[in-house]
């Protein structure tokens, strides 16, 4: 069995820890932590205006790129986010998963 929401949260956040993300823990980084997801999202969306298919792997090097690898590094940003905050990602995501069943169809009328 795979790992659940909650031990790839704290695996994450070990790394992160262990890499020196995490040096400052008097400082609130909330503000920082939110950007870097955002960055994250942004490449791969600049991977998808360079003509990159989203199921694409493709490598500078040994570092691995495409569209898959920064949706992974943002999941990995939210992960260690989570953690270093103290919310527990898995309720959430069981909450806001129960919540979506119960709203109608495309609610509002959105377009996306």
Sequence with gaps: MGKTIGEWQKEVYQL??????HNDPGEHK???YLINIHGEISEAWEEWRANHKPDELYYDGDKPLGIGVELADAFIRILDTCEAV???LEKYVDLKHAFNKTRSVRHGGKRA
Excluded at 16 to 21: D, H
Aim: aromatic share 8%.
């Design 30 to 32: 909330l503000p920082i």
């Design 16 to 21: 992160a820890v262990t890499k020196g993300w």
């Design 86 to 88: 103290g919310i527990d």
